[in-house]
């Protein structure tokens, strides 16, 4: 016999002594009241004495207290160390431990169990309550049985109510729609009869309270003394609903969480049977929390008949007249988290971080309690799996939990670009490579001084806002990836032809998304190509001229509304609008590369890897008028043409080839005379000598 079911006989054939009593005591009854001549017919005077005697005993005992549990006999605790002996637990103490049920809520879930072991207890059970039509396991069985004073019948029968653990959790489901909640029958949840078998079901999963709201831990710091206030006044009576506006979705759960424990009440959340949800938290003593932002329709009726504290919470206000007519109703409203918020958020989730990094981290990602509590969580099993039963510094698994929990959150609209080039890959003159720098330290200071300096007050708009010129392949792209690496952030690159759209709002609305987008993922916003989308306005000549300036109208605001980094790359600075070019802190442009860029440009062509012939002048190509891309292209074509000869290696005859073929998808004339002793590898596409001249 298995150890879960041994635990199971132990504690039936307990009961089984409480069953017998049960029984004996309505035999008792049933013989004091049974007149065969006269019960059929009518009630005697001497049944009428005994009923009231017995109401009277029930009247007089309800004010004593119950009785104390009973003490788990030494056979179930020696059990229980042979369990912890083989690493196991029992399967009924482990159900008991994670819902926190008491002995009598254990015994009522086992005599629930007991037909499905045995049909013969539904007979037993109909005999105690005096009814052969009531063989299923009822609330008036389980107190009669288990219960043994009056008020811990009372208890009892509270216990096995909607609100009670067992029934809250699913663990018993009621059964058919009975007159009075006594006769309520009771019905196993699902998976809960395997468990108690140890059949290998999972405890996790026969039992969840969908309206119950665990505690997270401290990540988000709310405003406490106002928030305190508004507890104050719910405990009070002088307000019963408060809303809670302006936090993000997964830092509504703080806030609200935050209020119920300053209002020292537990918190529930609405689950799709608002009349029950009422309920159990009138029964609980609870706040019922209603995250508004995604709100199913809900009736109005039981809201505004219902006293039950309610906790509004939503980025934007909801506030229906009606509800705010009949309720006592107060409201407060959370400013965006400024850096010291941040800061203090970071130091919350991750408290063995130096100072230094935090203040670092809380300029760099503006992030909610919900994603810090995920940060933190991947950082920790990190840390510990990478330390081989040593946990590693929780520090060095920061950046790529972020990573984790923030990345990948792509669309149509927008690419993810992953940072592979650093700043050591940037080929470009000393003024254009410094500005590179000073972008990204600008993204990583603006935060603190914005908010600490006060610049964001006065500056009006948020974040930094940079545009990068020049003509195709000079570095403008990937001079973008590298600041997004610098910073460590996610680079995000729009794609233009998903974003603009000739219906009228279309176009706004896909920019909306994109920039949520980008401040939700934590990332570097690039727009490749942009003046089809922030080009210059221009005059009112037809009706879509007006539609047209008012998107550009739109992306100027919403521009300066950003609090990310936000490039812009434009072949010419004179084709974006000019109201845009002024909110830009740093504009860039980058010149064709001269020959020292070009130098570096093609030695770093080739990789280290790539079999490079001795004879490859990197002198000679470096003053071949091409663009860092134009370079990179013609060494990709120079190495396919060498792999399709079959060759050893790289030559400059294949350079050559390849620089040829450059120049031609440019449209550009290439003369022989331009690379000196090496103009006879020179050869047109037919592969004939091209004549000088």
């Known amino acids: 016999m298995t150890l879960p079911v041994e635990h199971l006989r132990l504690r039936l054939a307990e009961l089984h002594h409480a069953l017998r009593v049960a029984v004996d005591r309505q035999s008792r009854l049933a013989a004091r009241l049974t007149r065969p001549d006269l019960t059929p017919f009518c009630v005697t005077d001497e049944q009428v004495a005994l009923l009231l005697e017995r109401v009277d005993e029930l009247t007089g005992a309800l004010s004593e207290p119950p009785a104390p549990p009973r003490a788990d006999p030494e056979s179930e605790q020696d059990l229980r160390r042979l369990a912890a002996a083989r690493g196991a637990r029992l399967p009924l103490d482990a159900l008991a431990t994670r819902f926190g049920l008491t002995r009598q809520e254990q015994d009522a879930l086992l005599l629930v169990a007991a037909p499905e072991l045995d049909p013969a207890y539904e007979r037993v059970y109909a005999y105690v309550v005096d009814n052969l039509n009531r063989r299923a396991p009822s609330v008036e069985l389980l107190v009669t049985v288990i219960a043994e004073t009056p008020a811990s019948r009372l208890a009892l029968r509270r216990a096995l109510g909607p609100a009670g653990r067992l029934r809250r959790f699913g663990l018993l489901r009621a059964h058919g729609d009975p007159p009075v909640e006594l006769a309520q029958e009771l019905t196993l949840g699902r998976g809960v009869f395997d468990v108690l078998l140890g059949w290998g079901a999972d405890p996790g999963l026969v039992g969840h309270d969908p309206g ?23 405990v009070a009576g002088e307000i019963d609903v408060a809303g809670l506006w302006g936090a993000p979705a997964d830092t509504q759960l703080d806030t609200a969480v935050a209020f119920a424990a300053a209002a020292g009440k537990p918190l529930r959340r609405i689950t799709s049977d608002l009349p029950t949800d009422l309920h159990t938290a009138a029964a609980l003593g609870a706040v019922l929390w209603l995250p508004t932002d995604d709100l199913p329709a809900v009736p109005a009726d039981p809201l505004l008949r219902s006293r039950v504290p309610l906790c509004l919470t939503g980025l934007t206000p909801w506030r229906p007249p009606a509800l705010l007519a009949a309720r006592a109703y107060a409201e407060l409203t959370f400013a965006t988290p400024g850096f010291p918020e941040r800061r203090a958020m970071w130091s919350a989730a991750f408290p063995a971080l130096d100072g230094r990094l935090l203040e670092d981290l809380a300029a760099r990602y503006r992030m909610s309690g919900g994603e810090l509590r995920a940060v933190a969580a991947v950082a920790g099993t990190g840390a510990r799996l990478a330390g081989n039963g040593h946990p590693e510094p929780v520090a060095e698994h920061v950046e790529p939990a972020i990573a984790t929990v923030t990345r990948g959150r792509n669309s149509g609209a927008v690419r993810s670009v992953v940072a592979r080039r650093t700043l050591d890959d940037l080929v470009l003159p000393d003024a254009q490579r410094a500005q590179i720098v000073e972008i990204a330290s600008a993204a990583r200071a603006w935060p603190r001084i914005a908010e600490n300096w006060g610049f964001a007050r006065r500056s009006g708009q948020g974040g930094i806002k940079a545009l990068f010129t020049g003509e195709p392949g000079t570095g403008k792209t990937m001079s973008a990836e590298v600041v997004s690496g610098m910073l460590g952030l996610e680079l995000l690159k729009v794609d233009l032809a998903q974003v603009v759209s000739k219906w009228v709002g279309e176009t706004e609305k896909n920019m909306e998304a994109v920039f949520q987008q980008a ?3 934590h990332a570097v916003l ?36 950003s609090e990310g980094l936000v490039i812009l790359t434009s072949n010419l600075k004179e084709n974006i609008d000019s ?48 663009t860092g891309a134009g370079i990179m292209a013609a060494a990709r074509t120079a190495a396919l043409a060498a792999a399709d000869e079959n060759a050893g290696d790289i030559g400059m005859r294949h350079v050559v080839r390849g620089v040829s073929r450059q120049f031609q998808r440019e449209a550009r004339l290439f003369r022989p005379s331009e690379l000196g002793p090496y103009a006879e590898l020179l050869t047109d596409v037919a592969g004939r000598q091209p004549t000088t001249g």
Request: charged content about 25%; proline content about 8%.
């Open 579 to 626: 109201a845009f070019t002024r909110r830009f802190q740093f504009v860039v442009h980058f010149p064709r590369p001269g020959v020292g860029e070009r130098h570096r440009l093609w030695s770093l062509a080739f990789p280290p890897q790539a079999p490079l012939a001795a004879d490859v002048d990197v002198e000679t190509l470096a003053r071949l008028d091409l």
């Open 519 to 521: 401040e939700d993922s």
């Open 526 to 561: 690039l727009f490749d190509e942009a003046d089809a989308l922030f080009g210059k306005r221009g005059d009112v000549k037809h009706g879509t001229d007006r539609y047209a300036n008012l998107e550009v109208g739109y992306l100027l605001q919403r521009l300066e509304d």
């Open 212 to 234: 119950e709201v665990t505690a997270p831990a401290p990540a988000s710091p709310v405003a406490a003394p106002r928030l305190a206030d508004l507890a104050r006044a719910l």
